[in-house]
């Protein structure tokens, strides 16, 4: 190997290390003509650890770059680094020096928050990833995955508010009950606690049937739209719903989103079915949100 390419970098993080390892590469981008080796100490929380990596170092004076929220571990890093003759980069402790002075109050000063967001971060989306794959009853394999499972009419909300939820980190199935048509047998082979199903007044129902035909430029004289049809529908929706009692039964009438969603996060809380990192009380949206499905 040649003495151009006889370097490494060491990260040393309380985290992941995975910020660190970023910053570095990107920088590095910009030294092309050497081929650095990289390595991670992650979850690095006292000063046994980090004397063990300063003795690593300190064999061939290896640069360390590290991202330590503690200014103890920090100093202790830096006074090891001076001893040994270790040369060092501090990532992190600038920047928390110059938001404590911006903001007039210092850091929290806990290890691996960062880590804590992104997991959270990624929870959020791959709930939303389930809830589109499983909408409106187009997939049903996985259907034992869900956190919660929505069945009723066309425009009862099934949709929308199946994607509040999945912002919040529920992975949400609906499926529409459409009369001359059975219950699909998979939703009676999972969780029944986890399964509700929603209705709405026929008036109010139709009114919203109305209203969507006419943005869509149709016919509103249709059977969609038509009292009776209506009223037929709902009953069927009933019936299903007398036949399986387990099922709660939320009214959304006249409802917004968030006051549905609030009703069956508390149901869910009693259950104590809740997702992981969910939320308690649905997060605040915009005002004009009680649209329907």
């Not at 995955?145 to 992975?171: C, E, F, N």
Request: with cysteine; proline share 5%.
């Amino acid at each position: 190997m040649s003495k151009n390419t006889d370097r490494r970098i060491i990260i040393v993080s309380d985290g992941t290390g995975e910020t660190a390892a970023q910053m570095t590469k990107a920088a590095m981008v910009q030294f092309s003509n050497h081929d650095v080796f990289f390595t991670r100490y992650k979850n690095v929380r006292n000063e046994a650890q980090i004397e063990a990596i300063c003795e690593d170092a300190a064999v061939n004076k290896d640069l360390l770059i590290y991202t330590l929220v503690s200014p103890a571990l920090r100093a202790f890093l830096i006074t090891k680094a001076r001893e040994k003759s270790i040369p060092c980069v501090d990532l992190l402790g600038p920047a928390l020096a110059g938001l404590a002075a911006y903001f007039g109050y210092e850091a929290k000063m806990i290890p691996g928050l960062l880590h804590d967001v992104n997991e959270e971060y990624f929870r959020r989306i791959e709930a939303m990833e389930y809830t589109i794959a499983h909408d409106d009853g187009r997939n049903l394999v996985g259907l034992e995955k869900a956190d919660l499972v929505i069945l009723g009419i066309s425009r009862t909300s099934k949709t929308p508010l199946s994607m509040y939820l999945s912002h919040q980190a529920w992975r949400v199935a609906n499926i529409p009950l459409i009369k001359g048509f059975e219950v699909p047998k998979e939703v009676f082979e999972i969780d029944q606690r986890r399964v509700i199903g929603l209705t709405i007044d026929p008036d109010n129902l139709a009114t919203i049937r109305r209203a969507r035909l006419e943005r869509l430029g149709q016919d509103k004289g249709g059977e969609y739209a038509d009292p009776d049809k209506v009223n037929e529908e709902i009953e069927y929706a009933n019936i299903v719903f007398r036949r399986n009692r387990r099922w709660p039964v939320f009214n959304v009438t006249g409802k917004a989103l968030e006051e549905t969603a609030s009703e069956i996060i508390k149901l869910m809380a009693s259950r104590r079915l809740l997702p992981p990192n969910s939320m308690e009380a649905p997060m605040p949206t915009t005002p004009n949100s009680s649209f329907s499905k």
